[in-house]
């Protein structure tokens, strides 16, 4: 009880479709060098904290207007 563990984590499949980019899209994303880097690399792969992934998204990838919601 008390240490919950990091938070929900996420790999590059996850983080791809959150993005809804290929997985050599989001490759390229995350060399950004404002990506949050992974919280930790396992053996052939990398994993991210959710929480750091959507702050993130929120501050670099404002949501795009529906159809039907561009400001006339």
């Known amino acids: 009880m ?3 563990g990091p938070g929900e984590l996420m790999g590059p499949y996850e ?3 959150r993005l809804n980019v ?3 899209r ?3 994303i995350a060399m950004r060098p404002t990506f949050p880097k992974p919280y930790q690399e396992l053996r052939g792969m990398k994993v991210w904290l959710r929480a750091d992934v959507e702050a993130w998204i ?3 990838r404002p949501p795009r207007p529906a159809d039907g ?3 006339e």
């Open 2 to 4: 008390g240490d919950n």
């Open 22 to 24: 290929s997985r050599s």
């Open 58 to 60: 929120a501050e670099h």
């Open 15 to 17: 983080i791809g479709q």
């Open 69 to 71: 919601d561009e400001a």
């Open 26 to 28: 989001f490759q390229q």
